[in-house]
């Protein structure tokens, strides 16, 4: 099959073509702006912005949902992926105490720490907990945090979270174009 293409006058090769739309890609995932990759490869900015838009799979927040102790975990979890949700830690309270017991010391500060850092990388976080956990979490994230409060500290059983409830909250969320308006966003359910 030949790659070669006669448009009009021009012959147009579809290698080349590929070739360009994933260095495109590449750079941009890489962080460089429209401006910068265009720039680089000798082509218009807008045909940067068209590409993406073509290939357009999902716009919006990065949402991650981070939340414990949570009943029905697996439910939530299934929903929250239909709903593009890309970040999802939901444990059980056995969970809960299995994950903190796996670790040493030291390891346990590392995993969290790091746990920390990839929330962070996200515009929003919804945190499904005791009212003492959400402030305490929300203490270390510099987004927006919505809170599903499930109960007052400390909680020593699962909760059970209103998937549809859940889904709306993130639906809401996503809607949003400016995050000042997420400020007004409160939510409580209970268990």
Known sequence: MLDLFRIGEKIVS??????????????????LSQLEVARRLGVDRTLISRLESAGEIHKGERIAVLGFPVANK????????????????????????NFVHSFKGPDLLDRILNLLAEIRSFDVVI?????QRIRTI???????????????????????VPVDELVGLVRLVKGKRRKANLKEVTH???G
Not at 14 to 31: F, H, N, P, Q, T
């Open 14 to 31: 579809r290698r080349k073509v590929i070739a360009i739309i994933e260095k495109v890609l590449s750079l941009r995932a890489l962080g």
């Open 74 to 97: 697996e439910e939530l979890t299934q929903a929250l992926s239909r709903e593009g949700v890309e970040f999802i830690f939901l444990l059980s309270e056995e969970e809960r105490w």
């Open 127 to 131: 945190l499904l907990g005791s009212d």
């Open 138 to 160: 929300r203490s270390l994230l510099d987004q927006e945090v919505v809170e599903i409060e499930i109960g007052q500290s400390p909680i020593k059983d699962d909760r059970i």
């Open 188 to 190: 409580e359910a209970s």
